[in-house]
């Protein structure tokens, strides 16, 4: 390797955005980032950003809040704001593939968003005047944060089946990601979305207008979700117990690995 030119030192790092949803969600990333050295919180239109490092790795640290466009506005300022290297976004869906069971996860290859729906002016699920509809995580990204899920479950996967009292490990899948601005909690409305787009492995309300925010500025993105919930009947009693008891778990098993890997 070559001795890096003199220069380089002097160019600071940009960090990298770590979101998510709610505060569950971000597991004991913040609480992390305080005993590293410290946080500088910057408060921009309504939400706290925490500027800092976290396990070696320079990050800012948001919550977006719930629905697409509290994780547009939220993605673009981390943009702008704070020139974030690339964006990674961490929460629970609703399971909708046929193998996606509760206590998975999903790290999303391409996202789309269930609900764009111009028809017949555009075809259904393309965004209007952009002519797309799926929208690309960034490829190294996605294979990292896969990679830190899967030592997670190599090594907290049997401890975590435990606590759920299921027999199988947790399976990490890689695919589609559906988003729109709807809690799906019926077993119609699942069936639905899985006869209209039968590649959906998981569905939430965040992650598509992400990865449309980051196309647009040509900043990296990657989304990895817990499954909470199976999007039906059950699912807001399965999806409050999950939050409250485990997404934390899995958020912070899950960054820890990602970021010490990168820091
Ligand atoms: N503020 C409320 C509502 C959360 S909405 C609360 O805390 O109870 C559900 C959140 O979890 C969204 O951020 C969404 O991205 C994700 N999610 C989990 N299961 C989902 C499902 N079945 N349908 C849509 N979003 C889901």
Do not use: N, W
């Not at 960090?15 to 910057?42: S, Y």
């Not at 290859?109 to 075809?123: N, R």
Request: charged share 15%; glycine share 8%; with cysteine.
């Amino acid at each position: 390797m070559s001795a890096p030119l003199p220069f380089e030192a002097a160019i600071p790092r940009r960090p990298l955005a770590v979101m998510a949803a709610l505060p569950q969600e971000l597991g004991d990333l913040v609480a992390a980032m305080r005993a590293e050295g410290g946080i500088e919180t910057v408060t921009h239109g309504k939400r706290d950003y925490h500027v800092g490092t976290v396990h070696g790795a320079p990050c800012v640290v948001t919550l977006a809040r719930v629905g697409k466009v509290a994780a547009a506005a939220t993605a673009s300022a981390l943009i702008h704001a704070f020139d974030v290297e690339a964006v990674v976004f961490t929460g629970v869906a609703g399971g909708v593939g046929p193998t996606v069971r509760i206590g998975d996860i999903v790290v999303a290859e391409s996202l789309m968003q269930h609900d764009m729906d111009a028809s017949p002016l555009f075809p259904r699920f393309e965004v209007p005047l952009l002519g797309m509809s799926r929208f690309d995580a960034d490829a190294p990204l996605t294979t990292a944060l896969a990679a830190a899920c899967e030592h997670f479950i190599d090594e907290e996967g049997a401890a975590l089946s435990q606590r759920f009292l299921t027999e199988a490990l947790p399976t990490v899948h890689r695919g589609l990601i559906i988003s729109g601005d709807q809690f799906v909690a019926s077993a119609t409305s699942v069936d639905l979305l899985r006869a209209a787009l039968p590649d959906a492995l998981a569905v939430e309300m965040e992650g598509a207008a992400i990865a449309q925010v980051c196309y647009e500025y040509g900043v990296p993105c990657a989304i990895v979700r817990t499954i909470s919930d199976t999007a039906d009947a059950h699912a807001p009693v399965s999806f409050v117990s999950f939050l409250t008891e485990i997404a934390g778990t899995y958020s912070s098993g899950i960054l820890r690995r990602f970021l010490a890997a990168r820091g």
